[in-house]
C-alpha cells in the first residue's frame, strides 16, 4: 500500500505569462463596475443619442422626403461632442476611484508585492476606464456606421466618407487616453474617491469657465488651449477635417492634449508605489 | 438585583441582506463586562447600536434605562471610543478633546480643563499640544480613550480599546480601565483576544455571528455547558497510580497522561472535585496541583464556538 | 443638553478650522484666483494699451470695466463658482464625516444630529464667503476703471453682486446638502444637476425652470445685460434666460428653496441611519 505524501504542494499548473497581469485586474474593475446598476443606467443613458440617431438614419435611408436630415462626416463629429458629456460622467464614475481607493485600503503594497510591476498595475486600472469610454464613444460610433450602410443598403456612404473610421477611432482613443490618464492621475493623489472626482470636476469645469470668460471678455477664443474640453473639441475638428472652432493653433492644442497625457504619466510614476519612502 | 445598564431585547440589525445582531437578548450589569467574541461576530454592531449610533431593525434597547436611538439627552451619559482609526488629524489632542466635550454643554475653560485631565490620565499630558497627525498608533489609541471620558461618563463603551497598542500600553489601559470600574464606572469592552478580556473582568457577553452564546461570569458559563466535559489537569509523583484509582470515579469520562499530570474529562465537575478531596485525604497518593484549564475563557469560547 | 442653536454653534467652531484648512481649500483657492488673474491680466493689457478689446466679426465696440464686471459676476462666479463650490462643500458636510470615520465623534455627542449639519453648513458658508467674496472685491476695483467705468458710481451694484453671490452660496449649498445627506453618490448627482438639468430646463418652455435654482438667480443679476452681438452669442452659449421673473418673487423663490431643502437635509440627518465606510 502506497502512502501519500498530505503535506503542502506548490502549484505546479500553468502560469501566465509575464506582462499580462494587468488583464487581470482590469477585468476585474470591469467586472465590479458592471455589477452596479447605477452604473448600468449610465451606459444606458449614454447610448441613448445612438438610438435616436440610429432613427433618423432609418429614417432618412428609407424615406426620400427625409433626406433633408440625411448623415454627413459632420454628423459622426457632433456625435462625439455630444457623448463629451456622458465621456465625463462616466469617467468620474468610474475612474474617481480606481487608484485612490487603493491607496485607501493600503491594498497598493499588496498589489505592487505579487509578481506585477507598476506600469502594469496602471494599466490594467487604466484598461477599465478605456474599455468604458470606448464603450461610450467609438464603439456607438462605428455601430452608426454600421447601421448607415446597412439602411442605406449600399456602401456609397462609407467609400464617400472613407476617413470616418479612422477619424473615429483615432479621435475616440486621443479623447478617451487623455480622460483616463487624467483621471487616473488625480486618482492617485488622494485616497478619497470623491475628492479625486472632484479634482477632475473642477479642472474640467474650472478651465471651461475660464475660458468662456476670457472669450466673452475679449469676443475671440484665441484663448481656447486654457480649455481640456476646447483643446479635445479643437483638435477633434483637424481630424474630422472640419475648420477648427477655435482660433487656438490646433498644433497648440494638440501639444496641450499629448502634454496633459504625458504629466499625467508623470504624476502616475511618481504616486503609484508599494511603499512611500518619507524623508 | 442592581438594575442593569444595559438592556437588550430582541434585537436585531441588518445590513442589506447581511444579518449584524440577530435576535440579541441580553442584560449587562454594572461593572465591567467584556464582550468578546471573533472578527465579524457582531461586537462593533451591538457596541454601536448601545451608543445610538445605529438603530435597530428590531428590538429594544434600553441604555441607563432609557431608549437610545434618536434620544441623544441620553448619551451624555455615555463615553464612546470607537474602533476606527479615525481624528480631525490637523487638531492637537487637546483642542480635539476640548472641542468634543464642549459638545457636551462645558464651557470653554471647563471644556479646556476637562480634556487636559483626561488627556493627563491616559498619560498624553505631554502630547496634549501636538496634532493628532503626529501621533503614534498607541497615542492615537489613548486620544480616542481621553474624548470618551473627558466628560465623566456614568457608562464607557470601548470598542477594541488595546487595539494597536504595545505590550506596555496594554497594561496601562487595562489599569486604566480598572481604575475606573473602582471609580464606579460601568464599562463595556470588546476584544477578540480572550486574555485581554479575561485580565479585566470575569463577567463577559459571548458573540458570535451576530448571536448571544453566553453571558455571565466565566464559570457560570462553564457550568452550563454540561454536554462538553471539564478538564481537571492534576500534578502527582505517581500519575498512574492515581489514574487507576480514578478510572474507579463515576464521574470520571475520560483521562489522559501529560508528563508528571493527569487530565481528567468529568460530566460532573462538583462532584468530581469532592471524590478527589477525600482521595488526597487519604494520604495514600501525594497531590501536589490541581488546575481546570477550562476555567480559561479560551475553552469556554472554544467549545461556545464550536457547538 | 444644548440648544440646537447653540450646539450648532459649537459644530460650527469644531468644523471651521477643518474645513478652511482643508485640501479642497487649495481647490477653492485656485477658482477664486482665477478670475483675478483675468482683471489683472485685463488691467495690464488695458494699461499698456497692446489689445484692443473688440468683438468680431460686425462693427467694432468696446465692453466697458462695468460690463466686463458683470459678465464676469455672472458668467464665472454666478454660473461656476457658486454652484460648483456648492456642490463640492454642500455634498461633503455629511459624507466627508461619514468617509472619514470621524461621524462617530460628533453623533455620540448629547446634541441634536441635525444641529450637526447646521453647524457645518455654517462653516461652509463662512468658508466660501471668505475665500470668495474677496476675490469679487479685488475684481471689481481691477476690472471696473477699465475703459471708463466709475468705481464710484458702480460700488451699490457691487454689494448687490456680493449680497447675490452670498444668496447663491447659501441656497446651493443648502440644496447640496440636502443632496449630500440623503444620497450615496452626492458628487455626481450634483454635478449633474447643474451641469446637466439646470442648463437644460432652463431652456424648456413652461414650468420645467422653476424647478433650478440658476433660473431665480439670473433674475436678480442687476446688470443690463449688452445686447451687441458677442454678448448675444454668450448668453446663447451660457444659456441665460429672457423673461427673468421679478426680483421679489426671485428672492421668495430662494428663500422657499433654502428653507425647504435645508430642512429637508436637518431632517434627514435626524433620521438617516450613517454606516461607516471603514
Given at each position: 500500500?502506497?502512502?501519500?505524501?498530505?503535506?503542502?504542494?506548490?502549484?505546479?499548473?500553468?502560469?501566465?505569462?509575464?506582462?499580462?497581469?494587468?488583464?487581470?485586474?482590469?477585468?476585474?474593475?470591469?467586472?465590479?463596475?458592471?455589477?452596479?446598476?447605477?452604473?448600468?443606467?449610465?451606459?444606458?443613458?449614454?447610448?441613448?443619442?445612438?438610438?435616436?440617431?440610429?432613427?433618423?438614419?432609418?429614417?432618412?435611408?428609407?424615406?426620400?422626403?427625409?433626406?433633408?436630415?440625411?448623415?454627413?462626416?459632420?454628423?459622426?463629429r457632433?456625435?462625439?461632442?455630444?457623448?463629451?458629456?456622458?465621456?465625463?460622467?462616466?469617467?468620474?464614475?468610474?475612474?474617481?476611484?480606481?487608484?485612490?481607493?487603493?491607496?485607501?485600503?493600503?491594498a497598493?503594497?499588496?498589489?505592487?508585492?505579487?509578481?506585477?510591476?507598476?506600469?502594469?498595475?496602471?494599466?490594467?486600472?487604466?484598461?477599465?476606464?478605456?474599455?468604458?469610454?470606448?464603450?461610450?464613444?467609438w464603439?456607438?460610433?462605428?455601430?452608426?456606421?454600421?447601421?448607415?450602410?446597412?439602411?442605406?443598403?449600399?456602401?456609397?456612404?462609407?467609400?464617400?466618407?472613407?476617413?470616418?473610421?479612422?477619424?473615429?477611432?483615432?479621435?475616440?482613443?486621443?479623447?478617451?487616453?487623455?480622460?483616463?490618464?487624467?483621471?487616473?492621475?488625480?486618482?492617485?493623489?488622494?485616497?478619497?474617491?470623491?475628492?479625486?472626482?472632484?479634482?477632475?470636476?473642477g479642472?474640467?469645469?474650472f478651465?471651461?469657465?475660464?475660458?468662456?470668460?476670457?472669450?466673452?471678455?475679449?469676443?475671440?477664443?484665441?484663448?481656447?488651449?486654457?480649455?481640456?474640453?476646447?483643446?479635445?473639441?479643437?483638435?477633434?475638428?483637424?481630424?474630422?477635417?472640419?475648420?477648427?472652432?477655435?482660433d487656438?493653433?490646433?498644433?497648440?492644442?494638440?501639444?496641450?492634449?499629448?502634454?496633459?497625457?504625458?504629466?499625467?504619466?508623470?504624476?502616475?510614476?511618481?504616486?503609484?508605489?508599494?511603499?512611500?519612502?518619507?524623508? | 438585583?442592581?438594575?442593569?445598564?444595559?438592556?437588550?431585547?430582541?434585537?436585531?440589525?441588518?445590513?442589506?441582506q447581511?444579518?449584524?445582531?440577530?435576535?440579541?437578548t441580553?442584560?449587562?450589569?454594572?461593572?465591567?463586562?467584556?464582550?468578546?467574541?471573533?472578527?465579524?461576530?457582531?461586537k462593533?454592531?451591538?457596541?454601536?447600536?448601545v451608543?445610538?449610533?445605529?438603530?435597530?431593525?428590531?428590538?429594544?434597547?434600553?441604555?441607563?434605562?432609557?431608549?437610545?436611538?434618536?434620544?441623544?439627552?441620553?448619551?451624555?451619559?455615555?463615553?464612546?471610543?470607537?474602533?476606527?482609526?479615525?481624528?480631525?488629524?490637523?487638531?492637537?489632542?487637546?483642542?480635539?478633546?476640548?472641542?468634543?466635550?464642549?459638545?457636551?454643554?462645558?464651557?470653554?475653560?471647563?471644556?479646556?480643563?476637562?480634556?487636559?485631565?483626561?488627556?493627563?490620565t491616559?498619560?498624553?499630558?505631554?502630547?496634549?499640544?501636538?496634532?493628532?497627525?503626529?501621533?503614534?498608533?498607541?497615542?492615537?489609541?489613548?486620544?480616542?480613550?481621553?474624548?470618551?471620558?473627558?466628560?465623566?461618563?456614568?457608562?464607557?463603551?470601548?470598542?477594541?480599546p488595546?487595539?494597536?497598542?504595545?505590550?506596555?500600553?496594554?497594561?496601562?489601559?487595562?489599569n486604566?480601565?480598572?481604575?475606573?470600574?473602582?471609580?464606579?464606572?460601568s464599562?463595556?469592552?470588546?476584544s477578540?483576544?480572550?486574555?485581554?478580556?479575561e485580565?479585566m473582568t470575569?463577567?463577559?457577553?459571548?458573540?458570535?455571528?451576530?448571536?448571544?452564546?453566553?453571558?455571565?461570569?466565566?464559570?457560570?458559563?462553564?457550568?452550563?455547558?454540561?454536554?462538553?466535559?471539564?478538564?481537571?489537569?492534576?500534578?502527582?509523583?505517581?500519575?498512574?497510580?492515581?489514574?487507576?484509582?480514578?478510572?474507579?470515579?463515576?464521574?470520571?469520562?475520560?483521562?489522559?497522561?501529560?508528563?508528571?499530570?493527569?487530565?481528567?474529562?468529568?460530566?460532573?465537575?462538583?462532584?468530581?472535585?469532592?471524590?478527589?478531596?477525600?482521595?488526597?485525604?487519604?494520604?495514600?497518593?501525594?497531590?501536589?496541583?490541581?488546575?481546570?484549564?477550562?476555567?480559561?475563557?479560551?475553552?469556554?469560547?472554544?467549545?461556545?464556538?464550536?457547538? | 443638553?444644548?440648544?440646537?442653536?447653540?450646539?450648532?454653534?459649537?459644530v460650527?467652531?469644531?468644523?471651521?478650522?477643518?474645513?478652511?484648512?482643508?485640501?479642497?481649500?487649495?481647490?477653492?483657492?485656485?477658482?477664486?484666483?482665477?478670475?483675478?488673474?483675468?482683471?489683472?491680466?485685463?488691467?495690464?493689457?488695458?494699461?499698456?494699451?497692446?489689445?484692443?478689446?473688440?468683438?468680431?466679426?460686425?462693427?467694432?465696440?468696446?465692453?466697458?470695466?462695468?460690463?466686463?464686471?458683470?459678465?464676469?459676476?455672472?458668467?464665472?462666479?454666478?454660473?461656476?463658482?457658486?454652484?460648483?463650490?456648492?456642490?463640492?462643500?454642500?455634498?461633503?458636510?455629511?459624507?466627508?464625516?461619514?468617509?472619514?470615520?470621524?461621524?462617530?465623534?460628533?453623533?455620540?455627542?448629547?446634541?441634536?444630529?441635525?444641529?450637526i449639519?447646521?453647524?457645518?453648513?455654517?462653516?461652509?458658508?463662512?468658508?466660501?464667503?471668505?475665500?470668495?467674496?474677496?476675490?469679487?472685491?479685488?475684481?471689481?476695483?481691477?476690472?471696473?476703471?477699465?475703459?471708463?467705468?466709475?468705481?464710484?458710481?458702480?460700488?451699490?451694484?457691487?454689494?448687490?453682486?456680493?449680497?447675490?453671490?452670498?444668496?447663491?452660496?447659501?441656497?446651493?449649498?443648502?440644496?447640496?446638502?440636502?443632496?449630500?445627506?440623503?444620497?450615496?453618490?452626492?458628487?455626481?448627482?450634483?454635478?449633474?444637476?447643474?451641469?446637466?438639468?439646470?442648463?437644460?430646463?432652463?431652456?424648456?418652455?413652461?414650468?420645467?425652470?422653476?424647478?433650478?435654482?440658476?433660473?431665480?438667480?439670473?433674475?436678480?443679476?442687476?446688470?443690463?445685460?449688452?445686447?451687441?452681438?458677442?454678448?448675444?452669442?454668450?448668453?446663447?452659449?451660457?444659456?441665460?434666460?429672457?423673461?427673468?421673473?421679478?426680483?421679489?418673487?426671485?428672492?421668495?423663490?430662494?428663500?422657499?428653496?433654502?428653507?425647504?431643502?435645508?430642512?429637508?437635509?436637518?431632517?434627514?440627518?435626524?433620521?438617516?441611519?450613517?454606516?461607516?465606510?471603514?
Amino acid at each position: 500500500m502506497g502512502i501519500h505524501d498530505q503535506s503542502y504542494r506548490r502549484y505546479a499548473g500553468p502560469r501566465t505569462e509575464p506582462g499580462a497581469a494587468w488583464s487581470v485586474i482590469a477585468w476585474s474593475g470591469i467586472r465590479a463596475l458592471l455589477s452596479r446598476r447605477l452604473f448600468l443606467l449610465v451606459l444606458l443613458f449614454a447610448w441613448s443619442q445612438f438610438v435616436v440617431r440610429a432613427v433618423v438614419f432609418y429614417l432618412s435611408a428609407n424615406f426620400p422626403s427625409m433626406e433633408l436630415i440625411a448623415p454627413s462626416a459632420q454628423t459622426f463629429r457632433d456625435f462625439f461632442d455630444q457623448q463629451d458629456f456622458f465621456v465625463f460622467v462616466v469617467t468620474v464614475y468610474a475612474g474617481a476611484g480606481l487608484i485612490a481607493n487603493d491607496r485607501r485600503a493600503n491594498a497598493l503594497q499588496i498589489y505592487l508585492a505579487k509578481p506585477l510591476t507598476r506600469a502594469e498595475y496602471v494599466a490594467g486600472k487604466a484598461g477599465v476606464l478605456v474599455v468604458f469610454l470606448l464603450l461610450v464613444t467609438w464603439a456607438p460610433a462605428m455601430l452608426l456606421l454600421v447601421l448607415q450602410t446597412m439602411f442605406a443598403g449600399s456602401l456609397a456612404f462609407v467609400r464617400e466618407n472613407v476617413f470616418l473610421v479612422p477619424a473615429m477611432t483615432v479621435f475616440a482613443l486621443l479623447e478617451v487616453l487623455a480622460a483616463t490618464f487624467a483621471m487616473l492621475a488625480l486618482s492617485s493623489l488622494s485616497t478619497s474617491a470623491r475628492f479625486a472626482g472632484m479634482l477632475y470636476a473642477g479642472a474640467i469645469l474650472f478651465t471651461t469657465a475660464i475660458f468662456q470668460t476670457v472669450r466673452g471678455v475679449t469676443g475671440s477664443s484665441a484663448a481656447s488651449w486654457i480649455s481640456f474640453s476646447a483643446n479635445l473639441a479643437q483638435v477633434g475638428d483637424v481630424v474630422f477635417g472640419i475648420a477648427p472652432r477655435h482660433d487656438t493653433p490646433w498644433g497648440i492644442s494638440l501639444l496641450i492634449v499629448v502634454g496633459l497625457i504625458g504629466v499625467s504619466l508623470v504624476v502616475l510614476r511618481w504616486r503609484v508605489r508599494g511603499v512611500e519612502v518619507v524623508t | 438585583m442592581t438594575d442593569p445598564v444595559v438592556a437588550v431585547e430582541g434585537l436585531s440589525k441588518w445590513y442589506g441582506q447581511v444579518i449584524g445582531l440577530n435576535d440579541v437578548t441580553a442584560s449587562i450589569p454594572p461593572g465591567i463586562t467584556g464582550l468578546l467574541g471573533p472578527n465579524g461576530a457582531g461586537k462593533s454592531t451591538l457596541m454601536k447600536v448601545v451608543t445610538g449610533q445605529l438603530q435597530p431593525s428590531q428590538g429594544r434597547v434600553a441604555v441607563l434605562g432609557a431608549p437610545i436611538w434618536g434620544n441623544p439627552s441620553a448619551y451624555a451619559a455615555i463615553g464612546y471610543c470607537p474602533d476606527q482609526d479615525a481624528f480631525y488629524e490637523r487638531m492637537t489632542g487637546l483642542e480635539w478633546v476640548a472641542a468634543l466635550t464642549r459638545l457636551h454643554g462645558f464651557d470653554d475653560d471647563a471644556a479646556a480643563a476637562a480634556a487636559r485631565k483626561a488627556l493627563e490620565t491616559v498619560d498624553l499630558a505631554e502630547a496634549a499640544d501636538k496634532k493628532i497627525g503626529a501621533y503614534s498608533k498607541g497615542m492615537r489609541q489613548r486620544v480616542k480613550l481621553a474624548q470618551a471620558i473627558a466628560h465623566d461618563p456614568r457608562l464607557l463603551v470601548l470598542d477594541e480599546p488595546l487595539a494597536g497598542l504595545d505590550p506596555l500600553g496594554r497594561r496601562r489601559t487595562i489599569n486604566l480601565i480598572k481604575a475606573w470600574a473602582r471609580a464606579g464606572k460601568s464599562i463595556i469592552v470588546s476584544s477578540h483576544i480572550l486574555h485581554e478580556i479575561e485580565l479585566m473582568t470575569r463577567s463577559i457577553l459571548l458573540i458570535d455571528h451576530g448571536r448571544i452564546l453566553a453571558e455571565g461570569n466565566v464559570h457560570q458559563i462553564r457550568d452550563l455547558i454540561d454536554e462538553h466535559p471539564h478538564k481537571v489537569r492534576i500534578r502527582t509523583p505517581v500519575p498512574r497510580v492515581l489514574a487507576r484509582r480514578l478510572l474507579d470515579l463515576p464521574d470520571v469520562i475520560g483521562l489522559s497522561f501529560e508528563e508528571d499530570r493527569i487530565v481528567v474529562d468529568t460530566g460532573r465537575p462538583d462532584d468530581f472535585y469532592s471524590a478527589l478531596t477525600t482521595l488526597a485525604a487519604e494520604g495514600e497518593i501525594a497531590v501536589d496541583e490541581v488546575t481546570s484549564p477550562d476555567d480559561s475563557l479560551q475553552a469556554v469560547f472554544s467549545y461556545l464556538v464550536k457547538s | 443638553m444644548l440648544s440646537f442653536g447653540r450646539a450648532a454653534v459649537r459644530v460650527f467652531d469644531l468644523s471651521l478650522g477643518e474645513m478652511l484648512w482643508s485640501r479642497r481649500t487649495v481647490f477653492m483657492a485656485v477658482v477664486a484666483g482665477g478670475p483675478m488673474v483675468i482683471a489683472v491680466a485685463l488691467r495690464i493689457a488695458a494699461t499698456s494699451a497692446a489689445v484692443r478689446l473688440t468683438g468680431s466679426p460686425g462693427p467694432s465696440f468696446a465692453l466697458g470695466g462695468p460690463d466686463i464686471f458683470g459678465l464676469m459676476i455672472w458668467a464665472f462666479y454666478l454660473r461656476f463658482t457658486v454652484p460648483v463650490l456648492g456642490v463640492f462643500y454642500g455634498t461633503s458636510l455629511i459624507a466627508d464625516e461619514v468617509e472619514d470615520g470621524t461621524l462617530t465623534y460628533l453623533f455620540s455627542r448629547p446634541i441634536p444630529r441635525g444641529a450637526i449639519l447646521v453647524g457645518k453648513y455654517l462653516a461652509y458658508l463662512v468658508c466660501t464667503s471668505v475665500v470668495v467674496l474677496p476675490s469679487v472685491v479685488v475684481v471689481y476695483f481691477s476690472v471696473v476703471p477699465l475703459f471708463g467705468g466709475s468705481v464710484g458710481a458702480g460700488f451699490p451694484s457691487l454689494v448687490v453682486d456680493l449680497g447675490l453671490i452670498g444668496v447663491g452660496l447659501a441656497v446651493y449649498g443648502a440644496a447640496f446638502a440636502f443632496v449630500g445627506a440623503r444620497l450615496r453618490r452626492p458628487l455626481l448627482s450634483g454635478l449633474l444637476f447643474i451641469f446637466g438639468w439646470e442648463p437644460v430646463v432652463v431652456l424648456v418652455p413652461g414650468y420645467m425652470k422653476n424647478l433650478s435654482v440658476a433660473y431665480y438667480l439670473q433674475g436678480l443679476v442687476p446688470h443690463a445685460a449688452p445686447q451687441d452681438e458677442p454678448m448675444t452669442l454668450l448668453r446663447s452659449a451660457l444659456q441665460t434666460f429672457d423673461a427673468a421673473p421679478a426680483a421679489w418673487v426671485c428672492l421668495l423663490a430662494l428663500a422657499v428653496i433654502w428653507a425647504v431643502t435645508l430642512g429637508a437635509a436637518v431632517l434627514t440627518v435626524e433620521r438617516r441611519e450613517y454606516v461607516l465606510e471603514r
